[in-house]
């Protein structure tokens, strides 16, 4: 069940991660708000503090999200953005994803 929670803080983190970007990006490429960059500033934060809420090192952490990040972003590009991944950013972001659960989850003699 360990595992569970933190993949479920990984994708919690990558969704404030990706979605406050997304909407400064949007700010700045797009002309939208400035309201869109102060959410998204503040979303930004929060995955900050979100990222503190798994139990391993800071360093063995943020390396597995980068794997999980790749996936999200892609996601993301797909579902929200309009983006058509190729076959060759699916087998990327599933290296990625691999990488990032042997990172974070192989057992190991000690936490963290």
Not at 8 to 28: M, Q, R, V
């Given at each position: 069940?360990?595992?569970?929670?933190?993949?479920?803080?990984?994708?919690?983190?990558?969704?404030?991660?990706?979605?406050?970007?997304?909407?400064?990006?949007?700010?700045?490429?797009?002309?939208?708000?400035?309201?869109?960059?102060?959410?998204?500033?503040?979303?930004?934060?929060?995955?900050?503090?979100?990222?503190?809420?798994q139990?391993?090192?800071?360093?063995?952490?943020?390396?597995?999200?980068?794997?999980?990040?790749?996936?999200?972003?892609?996601?993301?590009?797909?579902?929200?953005?309009?983006?058509?991944?190729?076959?060759?950013?699916i087998?990327?972001?599933?290296?990625?994803?691999?990488?990032?659960?042997?990172?974070?989850?192989?057992?190991?003699?000690?936490?963290?």
């Amino acid at each position: 069940m360990i595992w569970i929670r933190s993949f479920l803080i990984f994708i919690l983190a990558g969704l404030c991660e990706i979605g406050g970007g997304y909407l400064i990006w949007l700010w700045l490429k797009e002309g939208k708000p400035l309201w869109y960059a102060i959410v998204g500033g503040l979303i930004l934060a929060l995955y900050g503090v979100v990222a503190t809420w798994q139990t391993a090192s800071f360093g063995r952490v943020y390396a597995a999200y980068g794997g999980i990040f790749i996936v999200l972003a892609l996601l993301w590009a797909w579902k929200i953005d309009g983006f058509r991944p190729d076959k060759y950013d699916i087998i990327g972001a599933a290296v990625a994803l691999l990488g990032a659960c042997i990172i974070i989850y192989t057992p190991r003699g000690s936490v963290g």
